[in-house]
């Protein structure tokens, strides 16, 4: 997930509880100190969270710099699925799980359209990348590596059943963001669960599409508002979302 400007740095050292600030101390415990001040909410996730019961999919888990935005929520996390191909990043993912008691279904493969060893390309300092023939910007990326990717076909039974109540999905996958939803289709119109993605100017007509689909809405999380013109995160909220009134200015 992708942050810029002072909110990458305010996101990496403060957190809000009510009015307070909690203040970021370690980078994989996620270890926290509370200030006796209010302080502006810079996360992108937490606002866009359900209410009650989170049942929460991290679809490119990363080393879990997302999963860390759920800390101050964990008393409500019912079911935590995450889905991280790289064994590297994925080791780190497990780290920050096991240092803030989260307990999660930790999956070290991809979700794709088709099964098997894919190929990624991934970029060494930012430790990033997503599927070679689904990425964007592929000038950007200096290395190639081979990932376990599986399809919902091929998920086992087990799996399937932890993702029924699913309510948030966040997906960071470079590019194939939408791709990873349509294997979720059929729970996700079951669910219409509140969801986060990535923008790209070549996703862009595959994001639109989906939303008309689903009837989803788009909303820039940064300003709340219908974005009319590019953003990097998006969040999308079917039209029956009980939060879409309460967050939605458009």
């Not at 948030?168 to 669960?193: A, R, Y």
């Not at 595959?206 to 300003?223: G, L, Q, R, V």
């Amino acid at each position: 997930m992708a942050v810029s400007g002072t909110g990458k740095q305010l996101l990496a050292k403060f957190y809000i509880r009510g009015h307070k600030i909690i203040q970021f101390v370690d980078e994989e415990s996620c270890y926290f100190k509370e200030r006796n001040q209010l302080y502006y909410d810079h996360s992108l996730i937490s606002p866009f969270l359900p209410r009650g019961d989170i049942h929460y999919v991290d679809i490119g888990a990363r080393n879990g710099d997302s999963v860390r935005e759920l800390v101050p929520f964990k008393e409500r996390i019912k079911s935590l699925i995450c889905f991280e191909p790289n064994p590297e990043e994925f080791q780190k993912l497990k780290i920050v799980c096991e240092k803030n008691n989260l307990k999660a279904s930790l999956n070290e493969f991809a979700i794709s359209e088709e099964s098997g060893m894919l190929d990624f390309v991934w970029d060494e300092k930012e430790r990033n990348g997503g599927l070679k023939n689904k990425i964007s910007l592929q000038e950007s990326w200096d290395s190639e590596r081979k990932f376990k990717c599986l399809c919902w076909k091929d998920f086992s039974e087990n799996l399937k059943i932890q993702l029924e109540n699913l309510n948030f999905i966040k997906v960071d996958t470079e590019g194939s963001d939408i791709d990873c939803l349509m294997q979720l289709q059929e729970i996700i119109v079951k669910n219409k669960p509140n969801i986060m993605i990535e923008w790209f100017p070549e996703t862009e007509d595959k994001i639109k599409k989906f939303c008309s689909e689903f009837s989803y809405y788009a909303i820039n999380p940064e300003t709340r508002k219908t974005p009319k013109e590019w953003c990097h995160n998006l969040i999308l909220l079917h039209k029956d979302s009980k939060i879409l009134k309460k967050v939605w200015k458009k």
